[in-house]
């Protein structure tokens, strides 16, 4: 039988490259959508496979849309994407970020333990859950003690935890892929890659004359590419048992490395064009991340075929068709 997959939060860079996986593999695509007062572009990342995925209306802050759908879906596999997934924003709006980052999330898993406990369920975690807490070696992993520093990452530590308290109190499938930051040509413009890249081919192109503002240019990050990333969330449901994995590259990279990199493709000089604004600084500054992939390497048999440098490439060639 043709295995049906709910995603929520099938709008967002991830749930279009899982959305777009999972048709390859042969799945059924639903996807649940919050609605947005401007619809135009809500769906832009689905347009080239919109008659092929069954998308509804839902939140996750209304339980009666999720229960639904699950019970007229009775999904195989349940991918639950949906966040306010913005960090620095997540201080502006910690209330909302809590309710639906943490409590949405909850809603998810009570209506899969009630109307589909059948269903093996992913959610969505994230190395901000780490915070400022770092192993010896250098690196996080699944062992490695979590201390959230912004709202988001505290909100996805909830999940995270309640997540493994359903797994063993209710014995529902359930998994945690702990994502270290993953970029695309369908990242938001709102996040720092998709800024500085913009920003350096607008530059380069004399279409703006004015610096582009960064925050801290020495944050260190482990970055990967979402289509490799979502083949991870595929893999974790596959495993014989529910678990959680770290995916990761296992590689840092400092802002400033982006900046350099993005600016040196138009041979311009990162320090000619960029400024320090302290209007994007978190309140508490989170300064490295890097993951340990080790355990999702040696189990499933996952890793990455991205290199920083040919994401960064993939993301430039990508925009620049839209400033033709």
Same mark, same amino acid.
């Not at 929520?8 to 007062?37: A, H």
């Not at 279409?207 to 289509?227: A, E, P, V």
């Not at 999702?296 to 839209?322: C, Q, R, V």
């Given at each position: ?12 860079? $991830? ?115 780490? &915070? ?20 988001? &990452? ?51 192109? &004399?279409?703006?004359? $004015?610096?582009?503002?960064? &925050? ?109």
């Amino acid at each position: 039988m043709t295995k049906k997959a709910l995603i929520t939060g099938i709008t967002g860079q $991830d749930g279009s490259y899982l959305s777009e996986y999972l048709l390859e593999l042969g799945y059924d695509v639903y996807g649940l959508i919050r609605r947005n007062s401007i619809t135009e572009h809500q769906q832009s990342r689905l347009e080239h496979i919109s008659s092929r995925v069954h998308n509804r209306y839902g939140d996750l802050l209304d339980v009666s849309t999720i229960d639904r759908a699950l019970k007229e879906i009775q999904p195989d596999e349940i991918y639950n994407l949906a966040a306010q997934s913005h960090v620095r924003i997540s201080y502006e709006i910690p209330q909302f970020t809590v309710q639906t980052n943490a409590l949405g999330a909850l809603n998810v898993f009570e209506s899969v333990r009630i109307h589909s406990p059948h269903s093996r369920l992913y959610q969505a975690s994230s190395s901000e859950m780490f &915070g400022d807490s770092v192993d010896s070696d250098g690196k996080q992993r699944e062992t490695t003690r979590m201390t959230p520093v912004s709202p988001y &990452g505290c909100a996805k530590l909830y999940a995270f935890n309640q997540l493994r308290n359903y797994r063993n109190a209710y014995h529902i499938f359930g998994s945690n892929g702990i994502l270290f930051n993953h970029e695309s040509p369908r990242r938001a413009s709102n996040f720092v890659t998709a800024k500085v890249i913009r920003n350096a081919i607008k530059i380069s192109k &004399g279409i703006s004359k $004015d610096k582009l503002q960064m &925050g801290n240019l020495d944050s260190s990050r482990d970055w990967g590419h979402s289509y490799d990333y979502v083949r991870a969330m595929h893999q974790i449901l596959q495993h014989d048992c529910a678990d959680d994995f770290v995916v990761s590259t296992g590689e840092t990279r400092t802002v400033r490395d982006l900046c350099r990199i993005t600016f040196q493709y138009f041979n311009l000089n990162y320090e000619d064009h960029v400024e320090i604004n302290q209007k994007y600084f978190r309140p508490q500054e989170l300064p490295y991340l890097c993951g340990d992939c080790s355990k999702i390497k040696a189990t499933l048999g996952w890793k990455p075929t991205y290199t920083f440098e040919a994401l960064i490439e993939e993301m430039i060639l990508s925009y620049l068709e839209l400033y033709k």
